[in-house]
């Protein structure tokens, strides 16, 4: 009897500890498939025009104009990249979704979001050749 008593120990401790890794597993997953918290401090930080915060929210090195930006790039070259129109038109633009990414579209740009190590970030930026609302 005290055999089989602890085998069930042993086997709701073996439950447990698998449902515990399954949990953490799974929690970066819902993580980046949650795409609004990130976008509104992304655009909290673009109202602020706080572009060490984006930095902050994009995957780097990124690639701008042929070049792999390290942070410093990225920060040199934010206001070209976010100038005024651009930060309003993030500020109320709809993503889209797309293989797994969200696009929003501001002229004369598309912007790419992915998750990356269970984060979402600003991956890339594509000239926008489509008609987007």
């Not at 651009?86 to 979001?113: H, L, N, Q, S």
């Amino acid at each position: 009897m005290a055999v089989l008593s602890n085998s069930r120990r042993c086997l709701g401790c073996f439950l447990v500890a698998v449902l515990l890794v399954c949990g953490m597993l799974a929690a970066p997953a819902r993580a980046a498939t949650d795409f609004g918290p990130f976008l509104a401090d992304f655009r909290q930080a673009l109202a602020r025009d706080d572009g060490a915060r984006i930095a902050a929210m994009t995957h780097l090195p990124f690639l701008f104009e042929g070049q792999a930006l390290d942070r410093r790039g990225f920060l040199q070259r934010y206001p070209r990249l976010f100038d005024a129109p651009t930060r309003r038109c993030m500020a109320r633009a709809k993503p889209i979704e797309e293989d797994g990414a969200r696009v929003i579209f501001c002229r004369p740009y598309a912007f790419y979001f992915r998750p990356v190590q269970g984060a979402w970030r600003l991956v890339e930026f594509g000239a926008d050749g489509e008609d987007m609302p």
